[in-house]
């Protein structure tokens, strides 16, 4: 699940000249597996509601009451069409406070909030009700990815001992690079470390360039397939970190081919937008 503010990965927002965030808001489900579900309607300004413990956009909100955080979920889905609804839990076991910049001069900022949480799932599909480790995070900015990343990678990694290793890779676009790994204990205590190797791995169906950190002689490997597309790979992958191995959830993002003119009219088949609220039923 993901909520926009200026939908990044939107043809709407970009074909808008990116002038006005607050016109392109979204909350993006997606479910793996057979029968998986996405949804990432692109909303217009009157859609948006916020308020200090409060995120609405649509039917859909989030919200955070009593150290959890609650999304309750109401969207129509895409390509089976029918409605997803029902409600996610995050409980962190602690929000950092934690603000690290991906850009030297601070056009983009990664806050990592709960990078140790559980999370409780239910929604209106049979088997589709279930407790297990959760996460959460932002990313603000005050740019597109793609006109200062060429290639962006970024990892989480549960421990045994109730932590979380994080790991953000990307290539900027003035040739610098950015290296960060970061552990995190159940405490939300964070410790800047120097990572194990960049190591690539086999690419995705749509031959997205892959790689993480891991311990020297280890390779990483997929072992569940969750959202492929033609510019992005989000996936569940084993690798070996500082002589544990462990299985976390793995993004890469190649934003060259993201910038491709190609790519928007391909997009807006997955991101329909509906700039008016209500919307008709």
Not at 8 to 36: L, Q
Not at 59 to 73: C, E, H, N
Not at 207 to 213: H, K, Y
Request: hydrophobic fraction near 35%; charged fraction near 25%.
């Amino acid at each position: 699940m993901i909520s926009f503010i200026g939908s990044v990965f939107s043809p709407w927002y970009r074909w808008s000249g990116r002038k006005s965030p607050e016109n392109h808001c979204c909350i993006n489900v997606a479910t793996y597996g057979p029968g998986g579900r996405w949804t990432m309607t692109d909303r217009g300004r009157a859609a948006l509601q916020q308020t200090r413990n409060t995120f609405q956009v649509g039917p859909s909100k989030l919200t955070w009451a009593g150290g959890k955080l609650v999304f309750d979920i109401d969207e129509m889905t895409w390509p089976h069409m029918g409605r997803l609804k029902g409600r996610v839990t995050v409980t962190p076991s602690a929000v950092t406070g934690v603000e690290l910049p991906l850009k030297a001069d601070g056009t983009h900022i990664w806050r990592p909030f709960g990078p140790s949480s559980e999370i409780e799932v239910d929604l209106n599909q049979p088997g589709w009700q279930w407790t297990g480790h959760g996460y959460f995070d932002a990313n603000f900015g005050t740019a597109a990815l793609e006109d200062d990343f060429s290639y962006w990678t970024w990892g989480r990694f549960p421990t045994k001992a109730n932590g979380a290793w994080c790991f953000y890779d990307a290539s900027v676009r003035d040739g610098s690079e950015l290296a960060l790994g970061v552990h995190f204990d159940a405490n939300g205590r964070a410790e800047v470390v120097e990572a194990p190797p960049r190591t690539r791995f086999a690419r995705s169906k749509w031959l997205v360039r892959r790689e993480t950190r891991a311990d020297p002689g280890y390779t990483p490997r997929q072992v569940h397939d969750m959202l492929d597309a033609p510019f992005y790979c989000r996936s569940a992958i084993r690798t070996k970190v500082f002589g544990e191995e462990m299985v976390g959830v793995h993004e890469a993002l190649d934003l060259d081919r993201f910038a491709s003119p190609l790519i928007k009219p391909m997009l807006a088949v997955k991101v329909p937008r509906k700039p008016g609220w209500p919307s008709p039923r």
